[in-house]
Every structure is written in C-alpha cells, then in structure tokens.
C-alpha cells in the first residue's frame, strides 16, 4: 500500500514522536542515528527502507535543524563528505536493492568513512583516459592500477572506483564502476604531500585486488554513465553549501577589516567592496540553485557556482594576505600533517591562500567547467576530439 | 529566505509579453525608432495598457494589477531583453512606487495609462543621492532639472522640492530633448519657472522609495537585456565560420561565455532577491536594491560588450543591434547610481567604513 509522501508538518511530528521514543540524553549516539536512519528522518527525501521517506529534498533541513536543537548526535557530515555527497547518491541510481541495504545505514550513520577513486596520474580531467585495469575471473574482478587525490582513504571503509574493463572500444564505452573494499589485500594507501605542507590526500596502489562482482553497480561497460551521476553530485556538494551573509572567506576578511583599522587602504576598500558584493551575489546564486533543487534536481548552475567558489576564494585569500602586509609573510605550520577536513578559517591566511589553489583544480579544473557550460548549456561546437572512436588501447599516452 | 524562483502566473506573463515584443517591438522597429522625433513608442505603450501591466504592484481598488513587484519585475525582464522604448521604468515603476508610498489621486490615472508621470530627477540620480535645487514658494516651483529620463514622454512631472514632492503638468514646463546616449529611453532637460505645483507627498521619503524601486527593478531589465546578448552572441558563434570552423569551436571565446553565463546566473538570484524584497517590504531592501545595481549593472555591460566584440566586425555597425544593447546596458550602469555609488553605499550600510 503506497501513500503520499509526508509534508512539513507530517514529518515534524515524526520528528517529535521519535525525539520522545529515543531522548537524545538517555540514548546511546550510534543507536540513535540508526534508529533515526530506520525511522526514515536521515535523507528524508530518499527511498523508504532506506533512510528515508520519499519527501521532498526541500524538507531536510528543517528536520536537521529539529534534531540539532534536541541535541542529538551528529552523524559527523563533514568527516564524510564523498559519502553523503556522492557515494550516497550513485548507491540509490545505480546500486542493487541488496547494495543498497548493506552500504546507506553505515554510510550515513558515519560508520563506515568512503573514498572516491577516480583520478589518476595519466587521467585527471579526461577522467574516462583512465587506465586501471580490471579483469573478470567468474564472480570477480582482479584490479591493478595507481588511483591519486584521494581524500579520506586512509580513514575509508569503502571506496567508489571506476576502472578500464574493455581497452578494445573507445574509452567511454570500456568502463566498470566498483565498491572496492579499502581493507582487501592489494590496496596500498600512500599520503600526497600538497603546496600547504599537508595531506589531505592519498594516492592509492591497487595490486591484484579481488572484487566480487556484486560490488559492482551498473552494468559492465556502463562505468562512465555512472561516474556522470557521481561528479554531478559532486559539483552540487562542492558549490552549493548553505551560509549566512559574510560566511565563509568573506567573514574572515570583513572580521579583519572592522577590528584593524590601521590596515585599510582606499584601493583594499575598493576591493572589498568588490569581493563583498560579489560573494554575496554567489551567495544568493547558492541559495537560488538548493530551491531550484528543491523543486527538481541538480541542474548545470551547479557547475557555475563552483566557478564562482574558487574564484572568490582565491581572490579574497589574496586580499587578506596583502591587506596584512609583513604580517602576511609569516605562515603558521609547514609539518606534515593528515587533516580529516578542511577548515579554512582556523589556519593562517597564508594557508587559506595557497588551499585556494586547490578550489579551481579539485572536482573539475575551472577551464573543464567553462568547457561544460559553454557545450552543454551554451550549445557552442566542442573541442576537436581526436580520440572520440579510437580504442583505448590506441590513444596516445 | 525570500523566494528567489519564478512562479506560473509569471511564465506565463512571461510567456505573453515575449511573444507580443517579438512581434511589436522587433529590433528593426527599436533602432528605426531612435530616428524618429517621437520620443517614445506610443503604440507599444498602449498594447501595454492593455496587457494590463502599468501598475501591477498597486491595489485594484486603485486601478492597478492587485499583483506585486515581482511580477513587474518579469515585465521588466522582457523590456529589458526587447529595449523597448517605452516609459515603464521611469512611469510604471518609479512614478507608481512614489505615488503608491504617497498615497496619491493620480495613480489610477497612470494605472489606466491615461497619463504618464516621471519623477523630475537626473537619471543618475542614486537612492541616497543629492536632489537638484528647485524652489517651491507658495506652491510655485522654479529651477532646472537636467538629464530626465522619459519627460518628453510624461504629461505629468514629479519634482521633488525641498519641503515636498509636487505634481506638475507638463505642460506648464519648459522641456529641451537631449540627444541620448541610449535614444531608447531619451533624456530632457526642464526648466521650471514659477510653475504650478500640487503637493502630492511631504518630505523626501516618497521620493526616496521611488528611487529605491527604480533601482531594484533596473536589475531585472539589465538581467534580461544581459541574456539576450548572450542569446545573440552564442547563436551568432555557432553560425559565423572562420578558419574552417565555428567561431564558437575556440575555447578564448567558449570560456568568456562560460564566464558570462555564471554571472548572469548570479544576476538572476541577485535581481529577484531584490523584487523579492520590494515586494514584500524586508528589511534587507536598501542592501539588496543596491546589490543589485553594483552586480547587476556590470554584468549588463560586460554582456553587451562581449556581444559587439564577438560579432567582431558586424557588431560595430549601425545596421546591427548589438549597440542598442549596449547603448541601454552602459546608460543603466549609470542610472540610478553607479556600481561605484552603489559599493559605497553597501559600505555604509554593512559597516565596512572606507580607509
């Protein structure tokens, strides 16, 4: 028996009776974000059964502010980022009813930490160049091949990785899309050492690693469809956060600008003013894209809003470096450390001024970005393809 | 949050309006017209009249559309992107906000497009900017007012004096036409001397709302003549061949337009958060009126310029539209206060006091 999906007011009340069913005081923290995930109240606009209740996507964020003003534990969001954003999302497209039930509970509860291994050393914006090879034998697969950029693999439990499986057809055609367990033997998890002095990131050696094949999800060949799905959630997660006005790197130079008078400057003025205007314009961009998704789903303004994102952040680390003139000379910590997340405004501005440089690189070069809006929303002609129907094993590399 | 997203009744006005510019007002029309002596397109104005639009956010019971600002916003959209040469911004939009906050007699009237007003100012007159010097003894007004947009077109002239806001028939004023940058919405000069006026609202705040309205609805206009330069540009790109293959095929071209195209994406937000605002009141409308003009007035431009030097050696003549896009774009920068005016107001208003 099918019925309408619950509105506001039905699901503050679900929010209300479980809050009653499980104090947040009384309850033991994993047991209650599974129990909050079995209620259905975790991703209220995914399926029933898991984790959701089939409402609309626009409803999620009252329900997450009822829960935080009860003090309940927090699934911890931020620790899981390619998880809940992308991870997630291809699961419910792509997955098995099976794979969908043993990965989205642990994955949204924090359980279970995931990892995205897409990029490669020879494959970064022409991600589907990639050429980690797996090969079937029976029920499984058996994966050679170096995986880079990989936040989080060294905490990971599960990763999503796309893999090169028919180097005989052209490359879009030839791709597998896998769950690859982090602990299976053959995964050799290295830090990259980045311009900041940390590492976020990994890079990933997969010698001989056995998958089963029902931790594929899609078909064979179909890597590439499913990747898509991926990378469009991506771009959603990566521009499209939620702040209030003077949130984010804004904040940190506004902050610096009211309690330093000593430091202004007619031209910084004139540049802030700038910056000001046009992060609140990004801002509002933001805010204009999440009701669009409220009201469908993620369209290619995305693309635009990382655009802007890194753009802006580069410019404003920049400001705020040279608005502290000698100051800005001094940087906080160079040792080699294994961030869990980025947080740009407990660092130094030298930090946040280099860890900019990474917002026009990560997730989509700024220049692949314009290609994309330029061919797919704009119809402009794309680039010359030279590769377009030659067989991977063919292209020059 | 206010609601940033369009709603149906506004497609389909949308809808509506668009279709009736693409036949009435053409751009062969538009740039024949800046030749004509008629300062503006009557008939156009009067097929207006009778879509109903003049005074949308005023109450019916006053003549007008019962609707709000948002919906005149989306006119503004399609006049915009059509640089249609007819007083609804300086008529429908600012002539109605100052006599919808003064509450006055003469809003049916413009509402039914029975007259037309404009509110005697300099065209780049600012929100918070300095009103010219005009002397009102005993109900006479004397001074001149130069740089008014739209007032060969008015009948009735709204001239802000310091003690209040008065109606003054045109009539009894001396009007100069300007030869205009943008001859799709001309410039006068006035010269008042001893003319009779009728109190419509005391003090400056009337005008001050009016003004705050202009500049909030000018977004939506620069919005929509933004996207119809880019709409222009890309159809153009994928047509013109040189080297053996579309312009549009080159990424020094397909990347400016990506760029063009993210900004005008920010330019929607940014215009609707200022109807939105206007049309329900918030408290955030002087930040989001003058958010909008600093964003919205350089992404008009920056569209219009692209859009010449795209067209390269086509886009440079008469025979082409892309400088009545440009000529408008470049005059609403400037209308209503600059982005430069508008950055410092913001300043002023977010307590980022200057060096």
């Not at chain 1, 497209?93 to 969908?100: L, P, V």
């Not at chain 1, 469009?232 to 600008?257: K, S």
């Not at chain 1, 961030?339 to 030298?350: I, W």
């Amino acid at each position: 028996m099918s019925t309408a999906p619950p509105g506001a007011e039905e699901l503050e009340r679900r929010v209300a009776a479980f809050l009653a069913a499980h104090d947040p005081a009384e309850t033991e923290p994993l047991a209650f974000l599974r129990a909050r995930f079995d209620a259905g109240l975790a991703w209220v606009h995914f399926p029933e059964g898991h984790g959701g209740l089939g409402a609309p996507v626009a409803l999620q964020q009252a329900v997450d502010a009822a829960f935080e003003r009860a003090g309940a534990p927090s699934n911890r969001p931020e620790a899981n980022a390619i998880g809940l954003g992308m991870a997630a999302p291809t699961l419910l497209a792509f997955g098995t009813e099976e794979q969908r039930r043993r990965f989205l509970r642990p994955l949204w509860t924090g359980e279970e930490i995931w990892c995205q291994l897409f990029s490669e050393p020879g494959a970064g914006s022409d991600l589907a160049a990639l050429g980690t090879r797996a090969v079937r034998d029976g029920d499984s697969w058996t994966v050679d091949g170096q995986k880079v950029w990989t936040s989080m693999a060294h905490e990971a439990r599960w990763a999503i990785l796309v893999t090169r499986t028919d180097p005989d057809v052209p490359k879009h055609r030839g791709m597998t899309y896998f769950v690859c367990d982090m602990r299976a033997p053959g995964v050799e998890v290295r830090p990259l050492r980045q311009i900041t002095g940390e590492a976020e990131f990994n890079e990933v050696f997969l010698t001989g690693v056995v998958i089963p094949d029902e931790h594929r999800l899609g078909e064979v060949g179909e890597g590439w469809r499913v990747s898509t799905t991926t990378l469009m959630n991506e771009r959603v997660a990566i521009g499209g956060r939620a702040a209030p006005r003077e949130g984010g790197m804004i904040g940190v130079v506004t902050g610096l600008w009211r309690d330093r008078p000593e430091l202004r400057t007619p031209a910084a003025h004139d540049e802030l003013m700038r910056l000001w205007v046009e992060t609140e314009a990004a801002r509002l961009t933001g805010e204009r894209l999440r009701q669009q998704l409220a009201a469908g789903g993620p369209g290619p303004e995305g693309s635009a809003a990382k655009l802007a994102f890194a753009r802006l952040n580069q410019e404003i680390s920049g400001l705020e470096l040279e608005l502290l003139g000698s100051e800005g000379l001094r940087y906080d910590d160079w040792t080699m450390r294994r961030p869990t997340e980025v947080d740009f405004t407990r660092r130094s501005p030298g930090y946040r001024y280099l860890r900019a440089k990474g917002n026009s690189i990560e997730g989509g070069t700024s220049e692949i970005l314009r290609n994309i809006i330029a061919e797919r929303v704009l119809g402009l002609p794309g680039e010359i393809r030279v590769d377009k129907d030659v067989p991977w094993k063919d292209l020059p590399k | 949050m206010s609601d940033l997203l369009y709603g149906e009744i506004e497609d389909d006005l949308r809808s509506g309006l668009r279709g009736m510019l693409d036949e009435r007002c053409a751009w062969p029309d538009v740039l024949a017209g800046t030749e004509k002596d008629e300062p503006s397109d009557a008939s156009l104005w009067r097929v207006l009249t009778d879509f109903g639009v003049l005074a949308l956010p005023a109450p019916e019971e006053r003549g007008g559309g019962g609707a709000t600002w948002r919906e005149t916003a989306v006119v503004m959209e399609e006049l915009g992107r059509a640089v249609a040469p007819v007083p609804f911004l300086t008529g429908s939009v600012i002539a109605t906000a100052a006599l919808l906050a003064a509450g006055d007699e003469l809003l049916p009237a413009l509402a039914s497009g029975e007259r037309t007003a404009v509110l005697a100012l300099p065209f780049g007159t600012a929100p918070d900017g300095p009103l010219p010097s005009v002397n009102a003894i005993d109900g006479r007004l004397t001074g001149e007012i130069r740089d008014v947009a739209d007032a060969l077109t008015a009948d009735v002239l709204l001239v802000p004096a310091p003690d209040a806001l008065y109606a003054v028939d045109a009539a009894d004023v001396t009007r100069a036409p300007v030869t205009s940058l943008d001859m799709t919405r001309r410039l006068g000069d006035l010269t008042l001397t001893g003319a009779p006026g009728r109190v419509v609202a005391k003090g400056e705040e009337a005008v001050r709302a009016a003004l705050t309205a202009g500049a909030a609805m000018l977004a939506s206009e620069q919005l929509g003549l933004a996207e119809r330069c880019l709409e222009t540009t890309t159809t153009y790109l994928r047509t013109r061949y040189q080297f053996g293959r579309p312009v549009g095929s080159y990424q020094g071209l397909k990347h400016r337009l990506a760029d063009l195209w993210t900004s005008i994406t920010q330019a929607r937000a940014v215009a609707r958060h200022a109807a939105s605002c206007l049309a329900t009141g918030d408290a955030d409308l002087p930040v989001a009126a003058a958010l909008a003009q600093a964003h919205c007035s350089q992404v008009a431009v920056r569209a219009a310029e692209e859009c010449v030097q795209m067209h390269g050696g086509i886009g440079f003549t008469w025979e082409h539209p892309a400088h009545l896009y440009l000529k408008r774009a470049k005059a609403d920068a400037i209308a209503l206060g600059t982005p430069g005016h508008h950055r410092a107001t913001l300043a002023r208003l977010v307590d980022l006091p200057p060096a």
